[in-house]
């Protein structure tokens, strides 16, 4: 059976792509420039499956070397800002790839298992590149069912956000309640709405601007002065609750927010913060609510390039 190099070459860099893009679709870890690191990060993959193949120096097919090579594509795809992040993106990757090489296998196994061997831990072979697609989707779909599964079992100790919202030049802090039930978003954007105590939020914009949104809450509707820099920015967000079918609630779209946890900090734009006037919480333990919409980090709306900033 002839094997061409460039074709073991090529099936790599899509076997580790779809990887390596599964694994950031769970890890929400987006930075700038992504596409162009997960293709190098995957060519790396694919060089280092050659020099295996070949046998060119025989100590990069020990454990030690993989597991070196691991860490390599995992930082160059997504580099992470702190080495327990970097852990937590390495375990992800190995799950991931589990889950796809399994697939693969048994695929082409029922298929073709005569046109497939092993060479020095790299598996090659004469069968159609669609098996490696069909196996990469199913993979896919297995391991987003699997996390969005287990991200919906979260425990008490992570019902609790520390998040910090930026609006112009102004910015604050908060604790926010991560509500399972809160799936609030813009009806026109489909941006996420996060609740925020009006004590928090007087902290984001002008006395005036705050008069003048509930005075439109109130159904007041006359002219306020100096508050010309906040008018397109605000949103009202129609709601429904036990005891109250028409609910209204008004705020801002603002510039981002930081999400912040034990494992890592994330910013999403896009985002719609609106008052409340009471409490939210009884015995203080969070002034803020957020959805799992937020969290997960969907980010491309509807009709949201059409918002004027």
């Not at 997960?38 to 070397?65: D, E, K, M």
């Not at 019902?159 to 399972?180: G, H, P, R, V």
Request: proline content about 2%.
């Amino acid at each position: 059976m002839t094997i061409y190099l460039d074709l073991i070459f090529f099936e790599n860099i899509l076997m580790n792509y779809i990887i390596l893009f599964a694994t950031l679709i769970i890890v929400k870890n987006k930075t700038k420039h992504q596409q162009l690191k997960i293709i190098l990060s995957s060519t790396i993959g694919s060089i280092y499956a050659i020099i295996v193949y070949l046998n060119i120096l025989s100590f990069y097919s020990n454990i030690f070397a993989k597991t070196i090579l691991s860490i390599v594509m995992v930082y160059v795809a997504y580099t992470p800002k702190s080495f327990k992040q970097l852990l937590k993106q390495i375990l992800i990757f190995y799950l991931t790839s589990f889950i796809f090489g399994g697939c693969t296998f048994a695929l082409i196994y029922f298929l073709k298992p005569e046109n497939v061997k092993i060479n020095n831990g790299v598996f090659v072979g004469i069968y159609p590149i669609k098996v490696t697609i069909i196996a990469g989707v199913i993979a896919f779909v297995v391991t987003q069912i699997a996390f969005k599964l287990n991200k919906s079992r979260l425990s008490t100790k992570n019902q609790y956000l520390e998040i910090e919202i930026f609006y112009k030049n102004k910015s604050t802090k908060a604790i926010a309640l991560l509500d399972s039930g809160n799936l609030l978003k813009d009806p026109i954007s489909k941006m996420p709405v996060i609740i925020l105590e009006k004590e928090i939020f007087k902290n984001l914009v002008s006395e005036d601007s705050l008069n003048y949104m509930e005075a439109i809450l109130g159904g007041d509707y006359k002219d306020f002065e100096n508050i010309q820099e906040d008018q397109n920015k605000i949103r009202m967000v129609p709601f429904m609750s036990i005891g109250k079918e028409n609910g209204m609630l008004i705020g801002i779209r603002i510039d981002k927010i930081k999400i912040i946890t034990e494992d890592e900090e994330t910013e999403r734009k896009n985002v719609i913060v609106c008052f409340y006037n009471k409490k939210l919480s009884n015995n203080g333990k969070y002034n803020a609510l957020v959805g799992l919409n937020l969290l997960e980090g969907e980010e491309d709306y509807e009709l949201a390039t059409s918002i004027k900033k």
